[in-house]
């Protein structure tokens, strides 16, 4: 899927790509460059993000878990390369655009655009402000309108 992201410096966009990671990625993702060891994800669904430009330049990963009998997809994982975190990086809207695939599959299976996410404690306002997650427990929630919303503004 390709997805339009934004240059920081002036607003540009920059067409990157959404697909499922093949075996020659986990290669290149190295953790100089992630924190988590996305090994440990090959058995879930993962997709990465990268440049149209660059295919080789993997700037966010998601990992999802399809939980058909609940209707739910469930980012297990999601994570920026270091470079594209705070004040440092360069590009905006990967984790929006990573977000609202895994919302666009939770719509192609019938769960009403149903993405639940475990977000580290200090995330979690985030997810709610930023994205429009509602706190649902341990989990924070987003589906209906409010995943329809999200998917306009990033895909």
């Not at 404690?121 to 706190?135: A, E, N, P, S």
Request: aromatic residues 10%.
């Amino acid at each position: 899927m390709e997805v339009t992201l934004r240059k920081r410096s002036n607003n540009s966009p920059i067409q990157a790509i959404i697909e499922k990671i093949e075996k020659s990625d986990y290669s290149v993702i190295t953790s100089s460059d992630y924190l988590f060891d996305w090994n440990l994800e090959r058995y879930n669904e993962v997709y990465k993000l990268t440049l149209k430009s660059s295919m080789d330049e993997v700037l966010g990963l998601i990992s999802i878990v399809d939980y058909p009998d609940e209707k739910r997809i469930d980012i297990n994982l999601l994570e920026l390369r270091k470079d594209q975190t705070g004040k440092k990086k360069k590009i905006d809207s990967i984790a929006g655009c990573l977000i609202s695939f895994a919302i666009q599959i939770a719509f192609e299976k019938g769960y009403n655009g149903f993405v639940t996410l475990e977000p580290k404690k200090q995330l979690r306002d985030h997810y709610q402000r930023k994205y429009g997650f509602i706190d649902a427990g341990y989990l924070v929630v987003i589906d209906g309108q409010a995943a329809i919303d999200l998917m306009s503004k990033y895909l």
